[in-house]
């Protein structure tokens, strides 16, 4: 028990493209899945009630069909992070509105815990001997992913509460206002101001588990603390802009960042006149005012005070938390694959040392002198390797696009389809995977994002005469993700300090640029954070990343490893009958699965 909230929130971008991101993400759990049972598509949708309960889970799945279980059961559980159903655009087809916040209590995670257990249960009851080839698969993915659940709640914490990074609670919460709710009508304000209305709670319930880590001993560690406190920061602070004219002057709630989409969109919704638009602009901002601001102003206060008190001298994930047992768990989960932290550091490494040949042999075709650092490869190659990315036509060539493949496996069968997305959708280059945050281990982001990079070597490898700079970029790419998962393993399996941890990631990158930190200044009983430079300090924010976020930086290149050995291995066992094309089917032929899964799958078409 006492798992810490999962967050979900990808990197700023815009808003039309973030949305039909996130309807091409749930569209390969909806399609894996098969499509949503016809009650869930109500396009009617009053307020929402409370989430799905266990009492009502436990009835809601007695005596339903294999067929329709796996649908319905992963929707009553999704529906019980409604933010997750916003970033996703699900609430149309799940009939709901966009106006609750996910909670974070320890009651609520305590119930959505036994609902995990419940679904395995129920799913065991099935027979899995008894069900097509087909419905074999998917019942094994959904074990996989409903056990992971279970054996990760069963750890005393599997992540801190808040920590540095984009899928931390208080930057999911900002990315939630910016681009998760839908403002272009009555009701999509409404839920706005609803959502608005709860952040208070959440900031205590935040607060709340930051205290109960706390007491149990499970410490953020001090790096990664300074920099979510300068994110905590950023959340909390007031703009000094006002961009519409009509607005009430030195009104500090219409500044604040949560209140900001709402008071630029309100012009543009001709529901609302202007004095509604006014009087909605004084009553809304004195809330957020009186109450939101109050209570991130305590949650940066609560975080704070971390940084005065005693702090552990290590920063791997805290031992009061099962220390590296708990860690080989939460690799498991990220990457689907059964690969040790110790075998992906040792794989990491001798990937380095046979990538940096290469690169420097691509890098002297492009001109770049043979003394060039990776950093400075990269930058004098970035434009070229743009301008490379954007002529090569992958759906053009024999060499399908790949990535568009493993996607488009799983639209065909799927009903979202807003952004164009569908069965005959057009593939990306550059695919963006949108992290999960549904309290349950991600069966499909680890694969893809591995697989992605995987697609692209495939791709560059016949083109490197013509496109030299984008092999160049592939390949600095997949250094990059095998540095990282050093540094992720290093830290959290093999113990390294702070300073250790920023030497090698240093030495690994050849960075030799400084970092930003920072530094708490108090008064009585408040705390201020500031900002300052420390030049000495090369790789500080990096390394502070991934201790505060364990396992976050290995799947990239654990996937991407584990599918190189199995295209080895397969080509070993067929022999001269050994396809590619074969390879590709059976490890995506039904789209993105953990790659424990797609590995039994190309094991079972070359024993054909």
């Known amino acids: 028990m006492g798992q810490a909230p999962t967050s979900c929130c990808p990197q700023p971008r815009s808003l039309p493209k973030r949305r ?70 699900l609430s149309d087809e799940f009939g709901v509105r966009n106006d609750r916040l996910d909670d974070y209590s320890l009651s ?38 409903w056990s992971g659940g279970a054996a990760r709640a069963a750890l005393p914490a599997s ?19 910016a681009r998760d709710l839908p403002l272009d009508s009555r009701e999509g304000v409404d839920d706005y101001i609803a959502c608005l209305r709860q952040v208070p709670r959440q900031m205590g ?30 959340l909390r602070a007031a703009s000094v802009s006002q961009t519409s004219e009509w607005l009430p002057p030195r009104n500090v709630g219409t500044n604040h960042p949560l209140f900001i989409p709402l008071r630029d969109a309100l012009p543009r919704i001709a529901a609302f006149s202007r004095d509604d638009r ?25 975080v704070a005070q971390r940084m005065t008190a005693p702090s552990r001298s290590g920063i791997e994930w805290s031992e009061a938390a099962e220390g590296r047992r708990a860690y080989a768990e939460i690799v498991r989960e990220t990457t689907g694959t059964s690969l040790s932290p110790a075998e992906i550091h040792r794989r990491a490494q001798a990937e380095m040392d046979l990538l940096r040949p290469a690169i420097a042999e691509l890098a002297s075709r492009l001109g770049v002198r043979s003394s060039a650092t990776l950093p400075e490869i990269s930058a004098a190659t970035a434009l070229r390797a743009e301008s490379e990315a954007k002529s090569f036509e992958f759906l053009g060539r024999p060499e399908e696009n ?11 069968t799927c009903r979202v389809t807003p952004g164009g997305v569908g069965g005959e959708a057009g593939g990306l280059l550059f695919a963006e995977i949108v992290p999960w945050s549904c309290g349950v281990p991600d069966p499909f982001a680890g694969f893809l994002e591995g697989f992605q990079l995987y697609a692209l070597g495939v791709a560059t490898e016949a083109v490197q005469t013509e496109l030299p700079a984008l092999a160049l970029k592939v390949r600095l790419d997949l250094y990059a993700a095998a ?22 990631l240093a030495a690994m990158l050849e960075a030799t640029s400084g970092a930003t930190a920072a530094r708490v200044l108090r008064s009585g009983k408040r705390a201020t954070v500031v900002e300052e430079e420390v030049s000495d300090n090369v790789m500080f924010a990096d390394v502070a990343r991934v201790a505060g976020d364990p396992g976050s930086a290995v799947a990239v290149f654990a996937v991407w490893s584990e599918i190189i050995r199995l295209c080895d291995e397969s080509q070993a066992t067929a022999g001269a009958s050994w396809s590619e094309s074969v390879f590709h089917d059976a490890l995506i032929g039904r789209g993105a699965t953990p790659f424990v899964i797609a590995e039994t799958l190309v094991r079972t078409a070359f024993r054909r």
């Open 108 to 145: 609520y995670e305590q119930e959505t815990v036994s609902i995990n257990r419940l679904i395995l249960e129920r799913l065991r009851g099935f027979s899995r001997d008894a069900l097509p080839d087909e419905e074999r698969v998917v019942f094994d993915v959904c074990e996989w992913m």
């Open 20 to 89: 039909a991101t996130a309807a091409r993400w749930i569209a390969f759990v909806l399609a894996l899945f098969g499509t949503l049972c016809a009650p869930s598509c109500s396009s009617s949708k009053a307020p929402s009630t409370a989430a799905p309960s266990l009492t009502e889970v436990k009835k809601e799945l007695q005596g339903v069909p294999f067929s329709e279980f796996v649908d319905t059961s992963y929707r009553l559980y999704l529906l019980r992070t409604p933010q997750t159903v916003a970033a996703l655009g």
């Open 159 to 177: 992540g801190y509460v808040l920590f540095p990074g984009e899928r931390s609670p208080d930057v999911r919460l900002a990315e939630f206002f």
């Open 278 to 302: 006014i009087r909605m602009t004084q009553s809304v901002g004195k809330y957020v005012a009186s109450d939101v601001m109050p209570a991130l102003e305590l949650l940066y206060q609560s």
């Open 483 to 504: 540095a990282f998962a050093a540094l992720d393993t290093g830290i959290h399996d093999l113990g390294w300090s702070q300073e250790t941890a920023q030497r090698e």
């Open 205 to 234: 319930q935040l607060r709340d588990r930051i205290e109960d880590q706390m007491k149990r001993g499970i410490l953020l560690p001090e790096s990664a603390l300074g920099l979510t406190l300068l994110q905590v920061d950023a």
């Open 402 to 412: 790949l990535m568009a493949r493993a996607c488009q496996t799983l639209f065909v």
